[in-house]
């Protein structure tokens, strides 16, 4: 996806769930993002988190103002007590979740929920998981990972 004249953008992606924030660094100039960086999330299982949402967003870095170049969210119950890690991937959307006319690209990316006893054991009365996750971002739509998820947009699949 390019967002910038010379046909390139700068890309990042933010995620966040709740109080939780990740950003990835900043990628110069290209057309396609494979950010392979993984992070750390501590939930605590509740009616409450497994309502919420894992919202990752990409963003064109420039000088006075980010430009929006596509989101995805995906709902936490339908990552949550996974075994394996388990790979999503979905075409990514204008703010709001609007459709776009073409595709705006693909996200891809992979969380495996795990239980972590040493934050469990901080938490008094509160089972937590440590979700560990990984961002990748291809703004390709020929994506081979494609199929990985049967296609589909934010939210379902």
């Known amino acids: 996806m ?3 004249r010379g046909g390139t953008s700068d890309p990042y992606c933010a995620v966040t769930c709740m109080d939780f924030a990740f950003k990835t660094r900043v990628l110069p100039k290209r057309t396609t993002a494979h950010w392979q960086e ?9 009616d409450d988190s497994m309502g919420a949402t894992l919202t990752l967003t990409v963003y064109d870095k420039d000088l006075l ?3 929006h ?4 969210s995906v709902p936490l119950s339908t990552l949550a007590n ?3 890690p388990l790979s999503v991937a979905r075409d990514l959307l204008r703010k709001g979740g609007q459709s776009a ?3 705006l690209g693909r996200i891809v990316f992979s969380a495996h929920w795990r239980h ?7 938490v008094a009365g509160h089972a937590r998981v440590r979700a560990r996750g990984g961002v990748r971002v291809d703004m390709a739509s020929d994506s081979e990972e494609d199929d990985a998820e049967g296609g589909g947009g934010a939210g379902g699949g």
């Open 2 to 4: 390019a967002a910038d």
């Open 38 to 46: 993984a992070f750390d999330m501590p939930i605590a299982m509740s």
């Open 65 to 67: 103002f980010d430009d």
């Open 69 to 72: 170049l596509g989101e995805v």
């Open 82 to 84: 996974t075994a394996a």
């Open 101 to 103: 006319s073409g595709t």
């Open 116 to 122: 972590d006893p040493d934050v469990a054991a901080q």
